[in-house]
């Protein structure tokens, strides 16, 4: 079994922008778990699945793909999940919502894959600082993050399946919207 994810996964400045901050995180405070994965916004929790059938896998989720369109997105701001989660805000339309409730019922119904909590709570976001944010060090990873103003609105031509390599999350394939 290995480990998948979908999500989007913007190219270019903005991807360009958060690695920049995730690599400044890393050089002044030791803070480098989110470089284990792109900047993404997350549309189907990791899941397992039988690393054999990945073919099955991509030919069923890019049928389904196919039929959706792209659509603009904004990222705007800085927030947070408690004193361990810094993100960049997603400010989203009902096109991201109904795209990652197609998703959740598509994985559920044809690829008999859990319906997890998260799935069900969706908040668009893109993680920047979590998992070794330090409670001592928050706010000024916080203030750090916020300083770098980001305030962007890309197209969403795609949805990226991600695979769990060598203890990161590489892109692994591509479906065109």
Known sequence: MQKYFLAIVPTGDIQESATSLKLLLKEQMNIKYALKSPAHITLKMPFSYNEAKEDYLIEKLSTFLSRKENFKLQVNGTGTFGRRVIFWKIEADSKLYELQESIKSFCKRELNLVDELSDRNFHPHMT??????????????????????????????????????????????????
């Not at 330090?134 to 399946?161: C, G, H, P, W």
């Open 128 to 177: 920047i600082a979590f998992k070794d944010v330090k409670e001592r060090d928050f706010e000024t990873v916080l203030d750090l993050i916020s300083s770098q103003e980001i305030s962007q609105t890309f197209q969403v031509n795609a949805v990226v399946l991600l695979k769990r390599i060598g203890g990161r999350w590489e892109n692994f394939y591509t479906f065109q919207l």
